[in-house]
């Protein structure tokens, strides 16, 4: 067993023990799932309807946020529905990555106390970074297990070699690896004379590119930083990169691995750097640099360098005032030359573009952002951004954007607004970003308070009315019927009598959490007022299982409820109609169902304790 699978069981076993349940589950986006059951009391079908649930949670709606929430067999596989199995689950997220959910499982779930919780959701936490712990030890030791090999250096510049790097496979000899697949020549250039033509772009390149290996070497080095450096390519290649480069600070006690990962890999806060020249004087450039870990080179940096601002050897001349003044905004402000390069970028503009602080951007292409995304949830595509549609379109442009980093809980909402400068955009483009998260989440929220109870977050009266309008409407078009589930809760006056409005609105609470859990995602749950709840669905068939479903819906309700150390028992009364006719009015079916619930309270014997709204 893995190091992973058995940290998955002893967490399973953990939460199952906690909640007192016959089995707990973890299931991945994939659809796998791991089980624990319980030796008692476990279905004779259980493993079997246990991962089929933990798979029904991993579509569940409530699945996307950080919350618990519970969930139960809909198309229960059961005899009837009282044998079906209810779950609560804890969505497993680590640094904004979804790694899938946690939950457990049982016959009769009753609603877990504060420690419950909190002990539930506190594994479901130490679960997700024990398996990030875990993946990136993996990740270390693919990368250590790279074969260490070097490049050859040739006359004035590096050549590469072709090479074929043997692997042992898992059983045998060595086999070679498959060769890479040959690229289009360009034009121009006859058919294996590519090494003259690569040599040819790097010298060619605006920037210097230095090519160095984790023990200092320096094994590649273009035209381009030979001239800011006055040092020919020969007299480099070979040569220890601490006598040539240095920070633009000195490093005490910084120990050699270390300023080469912070000066060269790009991981130090100042990403400028101080090269000897020939003659012993030194100028001030700025780098942008990543590690690699190379078939031919094993470790090594790969470092682009550009003349520094602050020197004035390179790039354009800079007001040192404005630009102090454009990072004390909270709006993004980036502007682009002709071609797409970067001319101008405050330090907001790189956070709203959920890129780090670190990362330059000046003197660069326009960078494509993998934190932005559209309103739909798909990656906002680099050529679609406002700021490069007004460079080629020549016209003001604008779009609304979701952000998302790894250390941020919620999605920011960014509006991004761009011009060109000048004619047909010959003189490049500007673009403004503001976050307007907190203007979008108070537009939210009002517009979620006018359709949903503010108790219970479920749909209130308008919103069911407008959504059993449009099912309504469906069945002119398709097939089928719709249901209406009316539901009162027995005792719950005498629960509000005795214990106050306080237990009485956390009894409300959990009622809501096992509606949404016991139906499908697509069904309709509202609350009318008071203990009154009502749960609209859409069938495919000519008349729905209501039986089924009120059976279901009764078997999660009915379950106790435990709050402050009490526990409290709640009966249900229900019932349901059904039809099939799309000239039903919405009104007009909502008073069947409300006098079908009567009928079962009558029969039931239970009066009218539940109270009416």
Known sequence: MSPEDAYIQQTLKLARDLCIGIGAFFAAPAGDVDVNLSDVMVPEDGQ???????RACLVHPAVNGRALFWNAEVTTEAESAERALACVAAPVWSNGTWLGVLGVVDMWLPELDDEQRAGLLSLARTLARRLGELAGAARSQAAEAVPEERWPVGEGRLRLEARVVETPPAQGGPVAAAPRPSRPVPAGVEAGSSEPFLGEVLDNLPYGLLVTRADGAIVLAN?????MTDLAIDDVLGEDVLQIVAAPEPLPGAPRAETLVGMLGGTTADHRLRITRRGGETVLVEANGRRLSSRYAGDCF????RGSRASGSAGPEWNVQIEELLDGLDDGIVSCDGDGVVVLANEAARRLHGLSAERPLVGLAFPASTALRTTSGAPLATDDHPLLRALREGAPTSAH????TGGEEVTRHIT???RPLGPGA???????LRDVTSEWEEQEQLAHYALHDPLTGLANRYLLAEELGRMLQGLARRAGSVALVFLDLDGFKEINDAHGHDVGDEVLKAVARRLQGAVRSDDVVARLGGDEFVVAHMTSGRLSDGDMVVARIRKVLSAPYRFGGRVFDIGVSAGWVSTTSSSMEAEALLSQADQ?????KRRRGSGVQGGRS
């Open 416 to 418: 991004i607004s761009a």
């Open 401 to 404: 954007a979701l952000l998302r």
């Open 223 to 227: 035209q381009t930083f030979s001239a």
């Open 302 to 305: 790969v470092t682009l360098v």
């Open 426 to 432: 010959q003189g490049g483009a500007i673009a403004v």
């Open 596 to 600: 079908a619930m009567y009928r079962d």
């Open 48 to 54: 079997h309807r246990i991962e089929q649930l933990a």
